[in-house]
């Protein structure tokens, strides 16, 4: 069983930070074979999900920081 945090962390200039922790607690070898095996999928999906939260929130402030 795994679960994510999110940290929000506010930086100079007015730019915020956003950090993603995967918490996962493999069950068994089954568990942890599955865990290795999904690793390089599980970076993309949290890179692309923290990269349109990003984009999402600088629309919303009608800024541009990202490109």
Request: hydrophobic content about 50%.
């Amino acid at each position: 069983m795994g679960r994510l945090k999110f940290l929000i962390i506010p930086e100079e200039a007015g730019l915020t930070r956003i950090r993603v922790t995967a918490h996962w607690h493999p069950q068994g070898a089954w568990g942890l074979a599955d865990g290795v095996a999904m690793f390089p999928f599980q970076l993309l999906i949290f890179q692309g999900m923290t990269e349109t939260i990003a984009k999402q929130a600088e629309q919303r402030a009608g800024i541009t920081v990202m490109d």
